[in-house]
């Protein structure tokens, strides 16, 4: 279940990147995200407010430790799409999306250097076959040497949230937590979005609708199901199941946009959900189960 929750994530990330596109040609980028997390936080306060600082260690609060491990979290997100974002304008969008998937990679080795977490052969093989999977769905054109840093940046920024809340979930209300984590990632961009002078009233459907669904559905919602999931699942196994990200942006693209893939991409598609299945037995089993319905 919760493996199956991930990847409804990854989905709803997927469709949502055609609207960001859109909204952030007419909107700016830093200001749109400070509006994006505030909607998140409002989104999940109802709920939150009576669960924080009720409790200790397992209790239903996160407490004084917990909270200030969520805001840490929420900032690291932040911290990653400020570091994503900047890459992407200086490199080529094959690369930002090919490193960025790279987390795939960089959360085990994290797991393992930072908490000794022992990671299985299965598992080694199929975070392997899915980097492979995103070399061939991006394709790797090369980028700007620094753009290119910069994404490497986020996608170890990325991978240091999964690890480390894989370590917080357990202990902590994933409600409570979450909403830390967005009021954080809000104020982190509020910030940037100030200085930049980036502030005006949103303007038409087209950007309000983008966040009301991005803030609602892909913060609010997304990031609470992986506090969620991370509950149940490891952090190799959570950046396994991002992975497929990148697969529902190009399904998507391929249905909504009018985007094209050939057979390298669509191989790197099957070679992503391959991995997934070789690193987690119950999702083989799910797909052999559905393979034949299909």
Do not use: N
């Given at each position: 279940?919760?493996?199956?929750?991930?990847?409804?994530?990854?989905?709803?990330?997927?469709?949502?990147?055609?609207?960001?596109?859109?909204?952030?040609?007419?909107?700016?980028?830093?200001?749109?995200?400070?509006?994006?997390?505030?909607?998140?936080?409002?989104?999940?306060?109802?709920?939150?407010?009576?669960?924080?600082?009720?409790?200790?260690?397992s209790?239903?609060?996160?407490?004084?430790?917990?909270?200030?491990?969520?805001?840490?979290?929420?900032?690291?997100?932040?911290?990653?799409?400020?570091?994503?974002?900047?890459?992407?304008?200086?490199?080529?969008?094959s690369?930002?999306?090919?490193?960025?998937?790279?987390?795939?990679?960089?959360?085990?080795l994290?797991?393992?250097?930072?908490f000794?977490?022992r990671?299985?052969?299965?598992?080694?093989?199929?975070?392997?076959?899915?980097?492979?999977?995103?070399?061939?769905?991006?394709?790797?054109?090369?980028?700007?040497?620094?753009?290119?840093?910069?994404?490497?940046?986020?996608?170890?920024?990325?991978s240091?949230?999964?690890?480390?809340?894989?370590?917080?979930?357990?202990?902590?209300?994933?409600?409570?937590?979450?909403?830390?984590?967005?009021?954080?990632?809000?104020?982190?961009?509020?910030?940037?979005?100030?200085?930049?002078?980036?502030?005006?009233?949103?303007?038409?459907?087209?950007?309000?609708?983008?966040?009301?669904?991005?803030?609602?559905?892909?913060?609010?919602?997304?990031?609470?199901?992986?506090?969620?999931?991370?509950?149940?699942?490891?952090?190799?196994?959570?950046?396994?199941?991002?992975?497929?990200?990148?697969v529902?942006t190009?399904?998507?693209?391929?249905?909504?946009?009018?985007?094209?893939l050939?057979?390298?991409?669509?191989?790197?598609?099957?070679?992503?959900?391959?991995?997934?299945?070789l690193?987690?037995?119950?999702?083989?089993?799910?797909?052999?189960?559905?393979?034949?319905?299909?």
């Amino acid at each position: 279940m919760a493996l199956l929750a991930l990847i409804a994530v990854t989905a709803i990330w997927g469709v949502t990147f055609v609207q960001v596109k859109d909204a952030v040609e007419l909107y700016p980028l830093y200001a749109f995200l400070a509006l994006r997390f505030a909607i998140a936080s409002l989104a999940l306060a109802p709920a939150a407010v009576v669960r924080l600082g009720h409790g200790r260690g397992s209790d239903p609060g996160t407490g004084l430790k917990g909270t200030g491990v969520a805001a840490f979290l929420g900032l690291l997100l932040a911290a990653g799409y400020a570091l994503q974002t900047e890459g992407l304008a200086r490199t080529t969008v094959s690369s930002t999306g090919f490193i960025t998937g790279l987390y795939v990679v960089f959360t085990p080795l994290l797991a393992l250097g930072l908490f000794r977490q022992r990671i299985g052969t299965a598992v080694w093989l199929g975070v392997a076959l899915s980097a492979g999977g995103l070399a061939m769905l991006s394709g790797i054109h090369a980028g700007s040497a620094t753009g290119d840093a910069l994404v490497l940046a986020a996608s170890g920024v990325y991978s240091l949230q999964i690890v480390l809340l894989e370590r917080v979930a357990r202990r902590v209300d994933p409600v409570a937590l979450t909403f830390v984590e967005m009021v954080a990632a809000c104020a982190a961009f509020g910030v940037i979005a100030a200085v930049r002078s980036d502030f005006e009233a949103p303007h038409g459907w087209t950007v309000w609708g983008a966040l009301l669904v991005t803030g609602v559905f892909a913060s609010a919602l997304g990031f609470l199901v992986q506090s969620w999931a991370q509950r149940r699942t490891s952090a190799t196994r959570t950046a396994l199941a991002f992975a497929l990200e990148p697969v529902w942006t190009a399904v998507f693209g391929f249905t909504l946009a009018g985007d094209r893939l050939g057979a390298l991409g669509w191989g790197g598609c099957a070679a992503i959900l391959g991995g997934i299945a070789l690193a987690e037995p119950a999702a083989g089993q799910a797909l052999r189960r559905l393979l034949p319905r299909t």
